[in-house]
């Protein structure tokens, strides 16, 4: 694991966006696996600005998002189906067929989560998983006690995570939904290579143990110690209770540049 502290999730942000460019260049029908919410938001910006203005082209890259909200159609606001056509799709040239987003009103979830398992091994698998990271160490809707080696699947929210996403149900607890479909552990380690975006002290904790804490079912995201290719971008106030954060800075630095790229 990778850690890339800088000054702020902006220009975290844009060197996540650069060195996914660079990837899309040497591969371009790349399949990614993708996240919402607020984190990847500038990350998304930033290659947006890419593509208008080099010309990034996204028309053969496939897409698999991590997770739904169920009980919302794609074209509910809050839905993250929405969410990514909105933020990101609709300004890239991205194809429509490419595009993979759970389905928030299947009616055999069981069935619909095997076929999305299957969608991913028919693409090849997953090039390039970005992540974001729950402020109690979740990743996708892999709440704390998940099985480290689940698959996709329906999952209960915790109170806290609702209460983090009341925000994109304009601040109303009650409308969050309670389930979701959401890819597993499993699933995601087996990407070939993982990016996660931490920003924020609210996000410290969450940092900590999962890069310097055990590896525990209790902090989903500490799985990804055992990957074999995960970059970690932080800025200073994620950073902020790491206790080899000098380090990780100073390796960085002493990097050669084809590397840091």
């Known amino acids: 694991m990778e850690i890339i502290i800088q000054d702020s999730a902006t220009n975290g942000s844009q060197l996540a966006a650069q060195k ?32 208008k203005s080099t010309g990034l082209d ?18 509910h606001p809050a839905s993250y189906a929405s969410f ?54 979740h990743i996708a809707f892999n709440e704390p006690g998940s099985s480290l080696v689940s698959r996709t699947r329906i999952k209960t929210l915790t109170q806290n995570t609702i209460k983090d996403n009341a925000q994109f149900f304009d601040g109303d607890i009650n409308k969050v939904p ?12 087996e990407a070939k290579e993982i990016m996660l975006l931490a920003f924020g002290l609210n996000k410290a904790r969450a940092v900590r143990d999962m890069a310097e804490g055990a590896i525990s079912a209790m902090v989903p995201a500490s799985i990804l110690q055992m990957h074999e290719k995960v970059q970690v971008f932080l800025d200073e106030d994620s950073a902020s209770t790491l206790k080899r954060q000098d380090y990780y800075r100073w390796a960085y630095a002493q990097k050669p540049d084809w590397q840091k790229g």
Not at 89 to 109: C, M, Q, R, T, Y
Not at 178 to 189: C, E, N
Request: proline letters at 5%; glycine letters at 10%.
């Open 58 to 75: 996204f028309s053969n890259i496939k897409t698999f998002n991590l997770d739904e909200y169920l009980g919302l159609a794609p074209e």
């Open 20 to 51: 996914i460019a660079k990837m899309i260049k040497q591969n371009p029908s790349m399949v990614f696996g993708l996240p919402t919410g607020s984190t990847p938001l500038k990350l998304y910006q930033e290659l947006i600005r890419i593509h």
């Open 84 to 137: 990514m056509w909105k933020e990101f799709f609709s300004h890239i040239n991205i194809k429509k067929e490419n595009v993979h987003i759970p389905n928030g009103l299947v009616a055999d979830i069981p069935s619909f989560c095997q076929d999305y398992e299957r969608e991913i091994k028919a693409a090849g698998g997953i090039d390039l998983q970005i992540l974001g990271l729950g402020s109690d160490g």
């Open 178 to 189: 309670y389930h979701v479909i959401t890819m597993g552990v499993g699933t995601i380690m």
